[in-house]
């Protein structure tokens, strides 16, 4: 799929919005674009990773060649950064391409949970994933209550998240892990609400839905995909049955 045909499925779900708004109806047209972008980046990792995981060379390439997995890896916090950090030196059509690229990279290494855990699982904890999601977003988007301050908490979290993460690679606690999931089901379901308002902000900002603004759709978009990604695994791991 390029960015054309990416593109196309944007706008033939919300319609072509490249003319200039008010801000109180720029705000609705950019969040739909937000959500559309991050709903077929859900598609494009889920169909990737189910196809990765029924192609035995795919799996076995991945699962056995550690090359190819930390490149993988290396390739998406590439992807992510360059999309975050650069959005301003990119075209709406390179920045959509990254996304999908990174989409696709990501489904690929995600694939080994239908090794792990039990298609019912599976299936179970992402319908868990998007209720949760929805709920925290709906919070977010609604509340009048800033949550700045507890964005800085998170973020905080979030790094000692990593740090324990990286701790338990080398000493294979269980029951550290256990609590390493726990929390990054808290630290994800608040950013997902300190996200949507943050975003939410942002874009109400915009007079217009023009390639700039859409440009931020996209990075948060982005922002949304990687906290519905990341709490579907915490939970997974939590709620999964394991094979």
Do not use: C
């Amino acid at each position: 799929m390029d960015y054309k045909d990416f593109d196309r499925m944007v706008n033939e779900a919300e319609g072509n919005y490249t003319r200039s708004y008010r801000p109180s109806t720029t705000l609705p047209v950019l969040m739909r674009k937000v959500y559309t972008w991050m709903a077929l980046a859900l598609v494009i990792t889920g169909v990737t990773a189910y196809g990765v995981a029924t192609t035995p060379s795919l799996i076995e390439a991945i699962v056995m060649n550690r090359v190819l997995f930390w490149g993988l890896v290396i390739a998406e916090f590439g992807l992510v950064f360059g999309i975050s950090g650069m959005l301003h030196k990119l075209s709406l059509a390179t920045a959509t391409l990254m996304f999908i690229a990174y989409s696709v990279i990501n489904g690929a290494l995600l694939s080994v949970i239908f090794l792990v855990y039990t298609m019912d699982s599976i299936g179970m904890v992402f319908f868990i994933t998007a209720a949760t999601f929805g709920v925290m977003a709906l919070i977010g988007y609604t509340t009048k209550t800033d949550l700045t301050k507890m964005g800085s908490i998170l973020f905080m979290a979030l790094i000692g998240l990593i740090i324990a993460t990286v701790v338990n690679m080398f000493v294979h606690s269980s029951g550290l892990q256990l609590i390493i999931s726990y929390a990054g089901v808290l630290i994800f379901v608040g950013l997902t609400a300190y996200d949507t308002q943050k975003i939410k902000q942002m874009l109400y900002e915009q007079d217009s839905a023009d390639e700039s603004a859409q440009k931020l759709a996209l990075v948060s978009a982005l922002s949304l995909y990687l906290d519905f990604v990341n709490l579907f695994i915490y939970l997974l791991r939590i709620l999964g049955n394991r094979k």
